[in-house]
């Protein structure tokens, strides 16, 4: 998995990348064959800071906005949104999965 971090209207330091790395670089035991992870860190205004995931898969994109007082808190929630999405999005392909097998039999 490729992962992406960067920054607008913000410098992305090392430990801001670490932490990030570290929260987002676990996300393939959420969903398998994640091709690439893109973290966009925002900074807005008055200490409002943003964070962005967007998690490419094989054709689809899944998207995780989350906007708030302070960067390391919203990339938990962030995290926390993105992981939310990619369960349901698993649950679903398992659950069509065993309709199709119900079908058949």
Aim: zero cysteines; proline letters at 0%.
């Amino acid at each position: 998995m490729r992962m992406i971090i960067r920054g607008r209207h913000l410098e992305v330091t090392g430990a801001i990348r670490d932490y990030a790395e570290k929260r987002f670089g676990k996300l393939e035991t959420y969903f398998n064959h994640i091709d690439e992870t893109e973290v966009v860190l925002k900074y807005e205004n008055k200490k409002v800071y943003g964070v962005e995931v967007i998690v490419s898969t094989e054709g689809n994109k899944y998207i995780a906005k989350t906007k708030g007082g302070e960067l390391y808190a919203e990339i938990d929630r962030a995290k926390k949104k993105i992981k939310g999405v990619l369960t349901k999005e698993k649950k679903k392909i398992i659950d069509s999965k065993r309709e199709e097998k119900i079908e058949i039999e």
